[in-house]
Nanobody, 116 residues
Framework: QVQLAESGGGLVQAGGSLRLSCAAS????????MGWYRQAPGKQRELVAL???????NYADSVKGRFIISRDNAGNTVYLQMNSLEPEDTAVYYC??????????WGQGTQVTVSS
C-alpha cells in the first residue's frame, strides 16, 4: 500500500503562483509514477502532470509553460510549481501514484482557487 499526503493549496489571484507538495509513505520503493490530476466542479478528473521514476515528464497542454513538476531524489515527494495561474485552473488537485503492480493510489485532494 502507498499513502499520499498533499499540502499547499489555497486561494490566489490570477497571475499568481502556488506550490503543491505530495509526500508518499508505505511501499514507496514500488512507486514508478507520481503526479497530479485535478477536478473542477461539474467536470471529469483530468491529468495535470506526471513524472516517472526515470525522470520522464508529461504535462497537459493546458499547463505547459506554466506548471513545473519535480520529484525529490529519494522519490518520496513530488511537487507542482504552478505559475501564471488562471481562473480556469481552479479545481481540487489530487496527488497520484502508480506502483510496479499497476495499482493506483490517490491523495485526499487539495483545493486550489484562482480569483479573477
Amino acid at each position: 500500500q502507498v499513502q499520499l499526503a498533499e499540502s499547499g493549496g489555497g486561494l490566489v489571484q490570477a497571475g499568481g503562483s502556488l506550490r503543491l507538495s505530495c509526500a508518499a509513505s508505505g511501499r514507496i520503493f514500488s512507486i514508478n509514477v507520481m503526479g497530479w490530476y485535478r477536478q473542477a466542479p461539474g467536470k471529469q478528473r483530468e491529468l495535470v502532470a506526471l513524472v516517472t521514476r526515470g525522470g520522464i515528464i508529461n504535462y497537459a497542454d493546458s499547463v505547459k509553460g506554466r506548471f513545473i513538476i519535480s520529484r525529490d531524489n529519494a522519490g518520496n515527494t513530488v511537487y507542482l510549481q504552478m505559475n501564471s495561474l488562471e481562473p480556469e485552473d481552479t479545481a481540487v488537485y489530487y496527488c497520484y501514484s502508480l506502483d510496479s503492480r499497476y495499482d493506483k493510489y490517490w491523495g485526499q485532494g487539495t483545493q486550489v482557487t484562482v480569483s479573477s
